[in-house]
């Protein structure tokens, strides 16, 4: 069973590691392909505004030339006709919305750009003088980490009137921060991916500790088979010893005898109906069918009747119990019986879990406020780990105590306690330390008057 638990948890760990690596190569080859997209819709914005203003470098504007005193009137001066640039042309303003809307008509209208529009050196053919440039782009075009710039080529179209007289420019545009507004644009793509990732590890998380708590349920259950059989073996064994017994001839005949074995197979039948009433009422606690009969009792006096009735028990071991009621007011709603019971279990564990050859000692103190009722249990016995700590209150979860085989029951003492604590409407802490023994501090409403 350990072996298919082990094998099951590894291929489950290996297919979750699996679909993570393929989701995040996914995510990385979708923000690869998303990047290349916004790349080539930048190129396609500025080929676009590119080409709508090399149009306008095909016209020709007239330019009237001033008068010098010339001998001719001035309706007869001469007209030079001159190509003009793009950059007197239109103003920056003007030139900034033609770029803007190239990029809405790509689909990148939420794209953060600036620009430059300079003249093209016809001797060298590189770029010359700047006509116009935004703000920021002297400050952003060397940042080619996080920003891609694209240029274009203004110059007069073929077979226009202005061919081979204009000059050339070039514009150039810089997308700003191209990476991040890919990634952007892939916002819900990923939440949908990390969520479904979520799912898939929240899954694989419960079905782990489904099977944590199946293996767990499993050995509690072997834990309460094998104590259940051990509890009811002896007194059927000493029942059937008994009845051998009785069947002899000479206890026939002594009355004592019979009398004597008669009590024996009484006090043990009694043992295994205590024993089948522990489980009912565990039954019942986890169906939550137990009524509580609540009535105004003073926890001071079910204290001393407990300790009262574990004065055997403690004079065999020479232990004793120590009182310090100092409760100004120990009136509770409570159901008697249960209560008493509760009590009762605690000071039975505080004598049970006790050290060998070391007089088992309990301390029950009391302390009230406006508002609350504190009763704590103290014993010097073996204590506890933190593992066991953390336990204690579970249903059938019994302690580990070694080679002791001499604490019997079924586990659901502490169980019990924990739901009956609760049920008053009250708190239970437990506190202990291996090997120096174990603090239980229960806190309840006080009556109110």
Do not use: C
């Not at 072997?222 to 000493?238: A, L, Q, R, V």
Request: hydrophobic fraction near 40%; glycine fraction near 4%.
């Amino acid at each position: 069973m350990k072996r298919i638990f082990t094998i099951i948890v590894i291929l489950v760990t290996i297919s979750l590691v699996g679909i993570i690596t393929l989701q995040l190569s996914w995510l990385n080859n979708m923000i690869l392909l998303r990047q290349e997209q916004i790349k080539e819709k930048v190129n396609q914005a500025v080929a676009l505004v590119g080409a709508e203003l090399s149009q306008h470098k095909g016209n020709l504007t007239t330019h009237r030339m001033p008068n010098t005193g010339s001998i001719f009137p001035d309706e007869y001066n001469l007209d030079f006709l001159r190509p003009q640039t793009i950059g007197k042309k239109f103003t920056l303003e003007e030139l900034y919305e033609k770029i803007a809307n190239a990029f809405k008509m790509v689909g990148l209208e939420k794209m953060h750009f600036e620009f430059e529009l300079a003249l093209m050196n016809p001797n060298t053919n590189l770029m010359g003088t700047t006509e116009r440039q935004s703000n920021n782009y002297e400050r952003e075009y060397p940042d080619t980490i996080n920003n891609y710039s694209r240029g274009a080529l203004l110059m007069a179209p073929s077979g226009s009137a202005t061919e081979g007289m204009a000059i050339n420019e070039t514009l150039t545009v810089v997308a700003l921060n191209w990476r991040s507004f890919a990634l952007q644009s892939l916002r819900w793509r990923f939440a949908i991916a990390i969520l479904f990732t979520i799912i898939i590890i929240s899954a694989f998380y419960l079905t782990f500790r489904t099977m944590l708590r199946q293996k767990k349920l499993a050995k509690i259950k072997n834990d309460f088979i094998n104590n259940m059989t051990h509890e009811f073996k002896t007194p059927i064994s000493t029942i059937s010893l008994a009845v051998d017994a009785m069947r002899n001839e000479k206890v026939m005949e002594d009355r004592e005898k019979m009398s004597y074995f008669s009590s024996i197979i009484k006090e043990e039948n009694q043992r295994m109906n205590r024993q089948v009433e522990t489980i009912l009422k565990a039954s019942q606690l986890e169906k939550q069918q137990t009524e509580l009969n609540l009535k105004p009792v003073h926890v001071h006096d079910i204290v001393k009747d407990v300790v009262d009735n574990f004065t055997l028990q403690l004079e065999e071991k020479k232990g004793r119990a120590e009182l310090a009621l100092n409760a100004t007011d120990d009136r509770i709603e409570a159901d008697e019986v249960h209560f008493s019971n509760l009590v009762n279990n605690l000071v039975d564990n505080a004598v049970k879990y006790s050290k060998e050859n070391v007089p088992p000692l309990i301390k029950l103190s009391t302390e009230s406020n406006a508002k609350n009722f504190y009763l704590r249990i103290e014993d010097n016995g073996i204590g506890m780990t933190r593992e066991t700590l953390k336990r204690i209150f579970e249903r059938f979860y019994r302690a580990h105590t070694g080679n002791i085989h001499n604490v019997k029951g079924f586990g659901l003492g502490l169980s019990y306690v924990e739901t009956m604590v609760e049920a008053h409407g009250g708190k239970i802490r437990a506190d202990s330390t291996l090997g120096k023994g174990s603090v239980f501090t229960i806190e309840l409403p006080l009556r109110k008057s």
